[in-house]
């Protein structure tokens, strides 16, 4: 048996400057069981439900004096709609997307703009943030249509907004914005792959432009705070509220900015912008990235990570979530480490997954760890908001995560649900089918069937989660399986070879600030009011040997994914014999998914207090 193991070199030094996605190998994958199926639904209702009208009617129209944002909806839209077609290839959504492409770039206006601002207020407020997306639909159209229009629109809007704010101009880009320039400064990633697609130079000198304004003192400063937590960089000034100019805070224009920066390191191969953007990244997990895998407080950092046993304002915006995840596949591009994969499955399983209702009708605004959770408002006169046409994109991220080829020889299988993908190597393709109850069993199999036999390396993800995993093929067992990397199989395949995986899946405890969480796998749990088993926000105290809990499969209700319980102590007198009980608790995406405000569910449980151990509720950190 051949086989060996491969640690990714994650030092700057050790990666290819030019490292980009290689997944051209990928031909099909279809995913199924509830994560599929959530996926499906998304598509369904968000992407294909969509009136195109709605979205490009803000466009006819230049009469945007109050600084809104209407011209976002679409650039976000089209680039989920883009996404999800090349999951399903369904010839309806194709057409759907062919509409919005044509009926947008018909509000071009003669000088190129594509905007809903009036002249005068044209560089205000959100208008230079909302040509950022438009240029991303446009040039994610054209990749996929081949339409030259879509082109040559999105090369018209550039060249109108470099006479605009480009090299020479007297208004620095920065100050076309609110957060200290980075709504719209975070334009870089589209200008890249313009210069990508027509090799312009003026394109890079722009971007040039735009990377070294990142780091103006009166703007963000990205590169050179790279080191400082991302919610210290700027002090507030008294009476300057969350959403003046100084706030430097905004969490996914930040993380915006920083996928511009990974893509100016793709261009030019100056590692410092890749060196800030992984500093930054580790800041961000370190600091505020919360059990769930979201963040923010009224869409800022805040140090969310260390006070997230404590209800905090417009907690985990769905937008902040996607654009965590799409920086976290940027950097998996760019460095083939596991460990951004392990954060996009725990963001999947809870963040994202829970902003969706149950009937996968609407996607939330903000995500609260305790409480309920409400339908956002439509924005700037549009029936939609910024999440609403944002998370598509998110979804429709998952199945290319799932399978990924880094390089023309290699497969990775980097999520485990029920699945089929269909993999072109040279001459040979391979059917990949996976069979699995994972994340509620911990055991996957999958089936490979190469045309003919041929060698292939096969990495499986082992998650950071899991204490101990066990690999056979064919039912000989793998030595050295190692947790948080990639385990690769390099064999000759033929038809039939089986692969099965045991991950240990313990149910452990969190602890932070006199509270206590569930895990088990990528899953949180959370009590939710529907089990009817107690009061929710109640004191508890859960029998624990080093973090190790006790946890029972339950049936699930309705309107819930999993559902499962621990024995929990509950109340202060803590008298185990009277008050010991069997409480019920689901994942955390189910957890209010009704969006019924009657309804309430908690993930962080407070625990109790007790003067002759007085350590117990006190155990800092989780992870
Ligand atoms: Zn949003």
Not at 43 to 50: A, D, P, S
Not at 109 to 127: R, S, V
């Amino acid at each position: 048996m051949k086989r060996h193991i491969i640690t990714f070199m994650t030092c700057v030094g050790m990666l290819n400057a030019f490292a980009a996605p290689n997944d051209n190998g990928v031909k099909e994958v279809k995913l199924g069981g509830y994560i599929g199926q959530r996926i499906d639904g998304c598509i369904e209702k968000r992407v294909l439900g969509q009136s195109v009208d709605e979205l490009v009617d803000p466009f006819k129209v230049q009469d945007e004096t109050q600084g809104r944002w209407a011209s976002e909806f679409w650039g976000k839209w089209i680039q989920g709609a883009v996404a999800s077609y090349e999951y399903n290839h369904d010839p309806a959504l194709l057409e759907k997307i062919k509409e919005g492409e044509r009926k947008l770039i018909a509000t071009q206006l003669a000088d190129g703009y594509i905007g809903d601002y009036d002249k005068e207020h044209q560089l205000h407020g959100w208008d230079v943030w909302g040509r950022k997306y438009t240029l991303l639909g446009l040039v994610k159209c054209y990749r996929l249509t081949k339409h030259k229009e879509a082109l040559e629109a999105a090369c018209k809007l550039l060249d109108y907004t470099i006479k605009q704010i480009g090299p020479g101009a007297a208004t620095p880009i920065y100050k076309t914005g609110y957060y200290r320039g980075m709504p719209p400064l975070s334009i870089l990633e589209p200008v890249t792959y313009l210069y990508d697609e027509t090799g312009n130079p003026a394109y890079l000198q722009f971007a040039k432009l735009i990377a070294e304004q990142m780091n103006h003192p009166e703007g963000p400063m990205l590169i050179d705070k790279a080191d400082v937590p991302v919610s210290q960089r700027f002090v507030l000034k008294p009476g300057n509220s969350w959403w003046s100019f100084d706030n430097g805070q905004k969490g996914y224009e930040m993380m915006s900015c920083y996928i511009g920066l990974l893509e100016m390191y793709r261009l030019t191969g100056n590692a410092n912008y890749l060196q800030v953007a992984l500093t930054t990244w580790n800041h961000i997990l370190r600091e505020e990235i919360n059990i769930t895998g979201g963040a923010c407080s009224l869409e800022c950092w805040y140090g969310g990570h260390g006070k997230q046993t404590h209800p905090a304002s417009h907690t985990m915006e769905t937008c902040v979530t996607f654009t965590w995840m799409q920086f976290c596949e940027r950097l998996l591009q760019i460095t083939g480490d596991t460990k951004y994969v392990d954060q996009i499955e725990r963001t999947m399983y809870n963040a994202l997954m829970a902003s969706m209702k149950h009937d996968n009708s609407q996607i939330v605004k903000y995500v609260p760890l305790e409480g309920f959770r409400r339908e956002g408002e439509h924005q700037c006169d549009v029936r939609i908001n910024c999440c609403n046409a944002n998370a598509p994109r998110a979804f429709a991220m998952i199945p290319r995560i799932a399978y990924r080829m880094p390089k023309a020889d290699r497969i990775d299988i980097n999520l485990y649900m029920p699945s089929k993908a269909a993999i072109q190597m040279g001459k040979r393709t391979f059917d990949i089918v996976q069979e699995t109850n994972y994340p509620v069993t911990d055991e996957v199999k999958i089936t490979v069937t190469p045309d003919k036999a041929a060698h292939a390396d096969i990495a499986l993800r082992i998650p950071d989660w899991t204490p101990k995993a066990q690999i056979k093929v064919n039912g000989e067992a793998m030595d050295d399986v190692a947790c948080g990397e990639y385990f690769i199989i390099g064999r000759e395949w033929k038809a039939g070879d089986e692969i099965t995986l045991k991950m240990e899946m313990p149910a452990r405890l969190a602890q932070l600030n006199q509270a206590a969480a569930i895990e088990r796998g990528p899953v949180v749990y959370a009590r939710d009011s529907r089990f009817n088993d107690g009061f929710v926000d109640e004191v508890v105290t859960i029998p624990n040997l080093n973090g190790a809990i006790q946890m029972t499969a339950e049936k699930a209700p309705q309107d819930m994914w999993i559902a499962v319980s621990v024995p929990m102590v509950r109340g202060t007198y803590n008298d185990a014999s009277v008050d010991t009980r069997k409480i019920h608790l689901c994942d955390f995406a189910s957890a209010g998914s009704t969006w019924d405000e009657g309804i309430r569910y908690r993930v962080w449980l407070p625990i109790l207090y007790t003067p002759d151990n007085p350590k117990s509720g006190q155990v800092q950190g989780y992870w």
